[in-house]
């Protein structure tokens, strides 16, 4: 007798029949190593990014509402209206859900734009047309991957991606508390303060970085108002948070007219909140103790965030503080579905890799969804990084090629990416500040007066190592080296 799951059998190898490679990588990236193929019984979680409507439209009216001269200026959206907006035709949404039945998968759940399922390597396998496989990190971190995966004909139109598959793991946090305190090394105040007037800042800050070093420089003694419903937030990935007793320290030695402040843990798939543990805590502080202490009295929100991202793995990035790449997408989609006075107007993130490390659909995303926190009035701030034009100069796509490496976050042109700068008569760029044009996105329009002028200025110098077209970075950039931080009891 021809029964119903018969059917689906049959409907499900005739879409495999018609199936075509989606995502793929050349091979497995440095540092890691096939270890053996997966068992068909093994779980795994992955991930469905689905096709959105208006996607052009969001970024119009992000525009709109952040120039000053528009009509629309400062007419920010709430999320219910950014997600009517852009939320997948049902015909997207039942073609996804549908192609999962048909492969036998029954632990769905959508989530609008993304559709989050369950199920062994063996349905997975048959699923994306795929071998999965283990493999090894040179630091001995085991992952669940692929070189390729593949949908159907019919699915194609209708997904963005499906992970994690071909996305191999890395991060470092891009912080100033790495080039701590490197020997004093002082100014010479050959050249002029660019702008007017130098600032009166006191001359221990050409040696060590303060509070009270960044209120004097940059002019912001403004006090603002507690009560106004104004935040200011950050994130912390990588199980690494801020501690309230070295914050507590570090306002009676640094920034006395802040003591007995505090701020409050938010957590998020997973994230944790652990005040004892010998890991590192040193990113977290940094960001929680100078976000608190040149913001003071406005509220500080850390966002604590578990979970691994997805990426593409590159030379640049085989150390064992690298296996896992901070978790954006988790955290993005988590926070956008908060209301808008429930959200920082202002986020700060110290965090990224090369952007050739993120797949393309990937990238798209995470960027729009910062453009979505934009047009909502929040600005994001990412660190531009701290490897200069890239460490490892090399494609990863077979070929080696030598080529610049742009960051990402730092390249989506939706966020402020900040440059790292020392010394106060004259303050200059730190030699290992990130900056360069994206691969990904194009130079906004508002960048074209001042990228062509300084292409101009550079000649043919460094001519095929980056993308004259590219969005540059960074859009500003601020003191980034000799902090002073409490860090478990040290400072």
């Not at 047309?129 to 593949?150: M, P, V």
């Not at 010479?188 to 800042?201: E, H, L």
């Not at 007995?260 to 103790?289: C, K, R």
């Not at 790292?420 to 194009?442: D, H, K, L, M, Q």
Request: include cysteine.
């Amino acid at each position: 007798m021809f029964s119903f799951n018969s059917a689906l059998r049959i409907l499900s190898l005739a879409s495999l029949a018609q199936a075509a490679v989606f995502e793929s990588i050349y091979q497995a990236p440095h540092g890691w190593t096939l270890v053996r193929p997966a068992e068909g019984t093994e779980t795994l979680k992955l991930r469905l990014s689905l096709k959105q409507q208006n996607v052009e439209s969001l970024y119009d009216k992000l525009m709109e509402v952040s120039t000053p001269d528009h009509k629309q200026y400062g007419m920010h959206y709430e999320g219910h209206e950014l997600r009517s907006l852009l939320e997948p035709t049902k015909e997207t949404s039942s073609a996804a859900i549908a192609w999962l039945q048909e492969n036998n998968i029954t632990s769905i759940t959508d989530d609008s734009d993304y559709i989050l399922f369950q199920t062994d390597v063996k349905t997975a396998n048959v699923l994306l047309d795929t071998k999965f496989a283990w493999y090894r990190s040179e630091e001995n971190q085991e992952i669940l991957r692929t070189l390729k995966y593949s949908v159907p004909a019919s699915i194609k139109n209708h997904i963005n991606f499906v992970q994690p598959t071909t996305r191999f793991g890395s991060l470092k946090p891009l912080s100033s508390y790495a080039q701590l305190l490197d020997g004093g090394h002082a100014s010479n105040g050959a050249s002029k303060w660019f702008g007017g007037s130098a600032p009166q800042v006191n001359t221990t800050c050409n040696l060590t970085i303060t509070p009270e070093c960044l209120l004097d420089l940059y002019n912001v003694h403004y006090k603002a108002d507690a009560d106004n419903g104004n935040t200011v937030g950050y994130a912390s990935f990588l199980e690494e948070y801020a501690r309230y007793a070295d914050l507590a320290e570090f306002e009676k030695v640094y920034a006395p007219y802040a003591v007995g402040t505090n701020f409050t843990v938010i957590q998020y798939n997973g994230g944790g909140n652990n005040q004892t543990s010998s890991d590192d805590s040193g990113e977290a502080n940094l960001d929680n103790q100078y976000i608190l202490g040149t913001s003071y009295p406005t509220p500080v929100k850390e966002f604590s965030v578990g979970g691994l991202g997805l990426l593409i793995v590159d030379g640049d990035t085989p150390t064992e503080a690298d296996n896992s790449n901070e978790p954006y997408l988790d955290f993005l989609l988590a926070i956008t579905k908060l209301d808008n006075k429930d959200i920082p107007n202002s986020i700060s993130l110290s965090y990224g890799e090369n952007e050739q490390e993120i797949p393309i659909a990937y990238a798209t995303q995470v960027c729009q969804l910062f453009a979505q926190l934009g047009a909502r009035g929040k600005s994001i701030l990412f660190s531009s990084g701290d490897s200069g034009t890239g460490d490892f100069c090399l494609s990863n796509d077979g070929k080696n090629t030598t080529k610049f490496q742009p960051q990402f976050p730092a390249s989506c042109p939706y966020v402020t990416s900040v440059g790292g700068t020392r010394y106060i008569e004259p303050e200059v760029a730190t030699f290992f500040s990130s900056g360069g044009f994206s691969n990904i996105w194009p130079r906004p329009a508002y960048q074209d007066l001042a990228v062509s002028a300084y292409l101009a200025g550079i000649g043919d110098q460094n001519k095929g190592y980056f993308n004259t077209t590219g969005r540059g970075f960074p859009d500003v950039a601020a003191q980034s080296q000799n902090f002073r931080v409490i860090d478990q009891g040290i400072d």
